[in-house]
């Protein structure tokens, strides 16, 4: 079947994560904030399909009709717990950027890290086990944020570093590497081995390189 790439290949999931992505940053209170943290917590253990707010209430130690009085939904619910850790990621993230100087370096380093979260993160094993991983990473609304930032990050870096290379084919196949390393983990030595992993980012990297360096990232 092929695709139109206005349109999800799973709908809710790829309707919830999109809007998800779009979400900007909401000032919560503690109260909001435990029930977003159950929510992680029961997306973890149950799945999106699985999870109900009667889950969610019982995780956070509050009734089922104080979460509806919050969030209106499940699917809100889900919406703003995902957006929630989504900040909070990009915060951890730009923090891990501003300690290092070298442009190629940073990029470099927090590629690694991004290979690291994908196969750590428990929504994002959850959404593996349950065979949600594949069409999400389809989505064409979730591939195109992750390549707009990708490319935003690779022109900076070129910019930085005095050189030309063409951002968004370099983007496409970060973003490609990241999705098989999530969704098929285990072909080839597997994303267990560090060594081989800094091995791909550096030749998926070469472009930005100075010829200066050496070959070890």
């Known amino acids: 079947m092929i695709l139109s790439p206005l ?11 999109a809007s998800a992505l779009a979400t900007p940053p909401v000032l919560r209170d503690a109260s909001d904030i435990a ?29 089922r009709a104080t979460v509806f009085r919050r969030f209106e939904s499940k699917d809100t619910l889900i919406r ?29 380093e927090l590629s690694v890290e991004t290979v690291r979260l994908i196969r750590t993160h428990p929504v994002a094993r959850r959404l593996v086990e349950d065979e949600t991983a594949l069409p ?11 390549l707009v930032g990708l490319r935003r990050d690779i022109s900076q870096a070129a910019k930085d570093l005095g050189v030309k290379v063409d951002a968004r ?20 030595l597997g994303v267990d081995n560090e060594a081989h992993i800094r091995t791909m980012i550096a030749i998926l990297l070469a472009p930005l390189r100075p010829q200066k360096r050496d070959a070890t990232g």
Not at 7 to 17: D, L
Not at 169 to 188: K, T, V
Request: proline fraction near 5%; charge should be negative; include cysteine.
């Open 7 to 17: 349109v999800s290949p799973t709908p809710k999931t790829g309707n919830i994560v």
């Open 35 to 63: 029930i977003l943290e159950a929510t992680l917590r029961c997306l973890t253990r149950y799945g999106i399909e699985r999870m109900t707010v009667e889950d969610v209430a019982r995780t956070a130690g509050v009734g």
């Open 80 to 108: 703003e717990a995902l957006a929630l850790e989504l900040q909070r990621l990009i915060s951890e993230f730009e923090t891990k950027a501003k300690s290092f100087d070298d442009p190629y370096n940073r990029l470099f």
């Open 136 to 146: 999400l990473h389809r989505d064409p609304r979730v591939a195109e944020f992750q």
């Open 169 to 188: 084919a370099m983007a496409e196949l970060l973003m490609r590497f990241f999705g098989s390393l999530w969704i098929a983990p285990d072909i080839g």
